[in-house]
DNA sequence: CTGTTAGCGCCTTCAG
DNA sequence: CTGAAGGCGCTAACAG
């Protein structure tokens, strides 16, 4: 079947019998129309089934309703329950939500930026930008045209808002916890090629006894590999250590290091506490239910889409850090007595 | 800092001494230039930092590079692998998305769709459409104007283009599996108000024995709480019941199924097999991982995209159904021994 | 090969 | 209160 043709704002005037000027004042209802003539436009527009077009009323405004989000991809729970919380917060305000995934590829991020400029989008939020392998100067660029949010984020780059997680705070939080409940050897488990699990890192060194014995990397930190990567290592690590418990960089190590204690009849949280980051929806259905640190992942959203906004609005940038808070479940108890 | 304003093509013209008309050959490459006036061009373009507005182009050549999805919710990672997959075709197809989300509200969904259509989005690609609470007439209205594609849906719409996955097979399948196991009571479990529901329990009663007294019904199938609520409920049923396996319409209440197990000491799957469906991630995370029928989740997405680029192409309109293939894994076993 | 020009659909002064 | 007309940025004939 054919499509049928879409009426436009001319037709309706036509059949209405009055200009297409009053038409767009009834539309828009931004100008004084005479109720009468107001009702015979209606109508019109009811009977041709009318729907302005948008990308000419914005083309002639100069505006845009729409933002781009770029993100690395949706394979992880963690970055979709981010865009939640950013179509949740945009909504309200009749933005759309213009989305693509750069693949952890910085070239293909830029791709997607520079096709979001083109589409003429009010503003951009990227989640995890690539800043490590893109030059600055691309994103300097940027930022002189179009407003701009990043979510976690490294590097700072001038007029470019922020929200993120104090993750060296919540790791800090995370080893009290679990020193609260007497551990004093604890395993750190993290990945490879991220500033996150490095800042980690760093904070663990900081308050832990020789660390270096007790830091084990699993590889690719972020892939549908991860949990049994982390299994299979702490297969191995787990009978040769002596530490009561295990701090891990995020849920999918948490959890793949659970099933390694699982399979080698280590009893969790009596004879090894362990805990996650992060608070994917994953941490709480494992048994036992996951400790974590929540990420909040959906505030992140919405505090990114509230950003840009007011970016858009004011031109102001600002930085938002966000509190990991403990999110105390199963996995985690008092130390084993000697 | 304001917004510096965006180079259009008549800048570029001017700046180059050419005419608009030369600018945008060169950008397009349609038509034969001069290498040397495409030189200086290429100069003026990089110089201003131009982009080539697609909205106006758009608007200009009456077409559109942007589809629109409309999805229940990105909170279920069911949801967000089907536009991963959406994504990934489109891509190649230089397509945008243009993603909103219908919260499981009638109302909204309509919203969403008109929202896109005013946006003159190229074609429209809906999740689990709600044709239940929505009349008829609103979708063959809808696909006179834009091509449309249904995903996991059950009503069917003149001119509409489908992809889903033959459920009652796969549940076929899935009993089969069971049964060769050498299983005769199965527990049914599931989920209130979807027709994915029924059409699994109408397959199971057809082959299973004495059905009313094997199924059970745990509310909500696809919250957060649904694992949990899975587990209490089969906290209290399983220790009544004399079946030695478990179907599950979702991998949520598999995995709530499994977890009531482990926390009644009930042996997985020496003592109880238990099958999921969908294979969405979480599946192969917990322990013992769950067998369970996948909903390729990705493919779905995937074809619904190739599907909506044929109908926007050819005006042609079809129906895929992809089989539901067992995925093997620790869950299920032979039946314990009377 | 290149420039001129007429719209795409809409909004918004500016005159009635 | 309403209509006429210019223009948003770009493409596609149509002339040169």
Redesign the pocket.
């Known amino acids: 079947m054919e499509q049928k043709r879409?009426a436009?704002?001319?037709d309706v005037a036509k059949l209405a019998g009055?200009?297409?000027?009053?038409v767009?004042?009834v539309?828009?209802a931004?100008?004084?129309?005479?109720e009468?003539?107001r009702q015979k436009v209606k109508k019109a527009i009811e009977e041709l089934d009318y729907v302005?077009?948008v990308q000419?009323?914005e083309?002639?405004?100069?505006r845009s309703s729409t933002i781009g989000v770029v993100v690395p991809g949706l394979y992880n729970m963690f970055f979709a329950q981010v865009i939640d919380g950013i179509e949740d917060y945009v909504r309200q305000d009749q933005y759309s939500l213009l989305l693509n995934c750069a693949k952890n590829d910085p070239k293909q991020e830029m791709r997607c930026i520079t096709a979001l400029v083109a589409r003429n989008v009010s503003g951009i939020i990227v989640i995890s930008p690539n800043t490590a392998h893109i030059k600055e100067e691309f994103y300097t660029q940027l930022v002189r045209r179009t407003p701009l949010v990043f979510i976690n984020a490294y590097h700072y780059i001038p007029d470019v808002s922020y929200v993120g997680n104090d993750e060296a705070l919540g790791t800090q939080e995370a080893l009290r916890h679990l020193m609260g409940l007497g551990h004093e050897r604890i395993l750190f488990v993290r990945g490879v090629n991220s500033d996150s699990y490095q800042i980690k890192e760093d904070t663990f060194r900081v308050r832990g006894i020789d660390p270096d014995a007790y830091i084990v990397n699993i590889g690719e930190g972020n892939s549908v590999e991860t949990v049994d990567d982390t299994m299979q290592t702490l297969m191995s690590v787990l009978p040769e250590t002596d530490a009561t418990a295990v701090f891990c960089c995020n849920d999918l190590m948490g959890v793949g290091t659970i099933n390694a204690a699982n399979a080698l009849g280590i009893r969790v949280p009596q004879e090894l506490s362990i805990m996650g980051f992060d608070n994917i929806a994953l941490s709480r259905y494992v048994s036992p239910k996951l400790t974590t640190m929540d990420q909040n992942m959906f505030r992140l959203g919405s505090n990114a889409a509230q950003l840009l906004i007011e970016k858009i609005e004011t031109g102001q940038s600002k930085r938002i850090t966000l509190d990991n808070t403990l999110v105390e479940r199963e996995s985690t108890g008092p130390a084993p007595k000697k």
Chains 1, 2 share one sequence.
């Open positions: 879409k436009t704002i001319v009055v200009s297409v000027a009053t767009s004042r539309v828009n931004n100008y004084p129309v005479k009468e003539t302005p077009n000419a009323r083309l002639n405004t100069q």
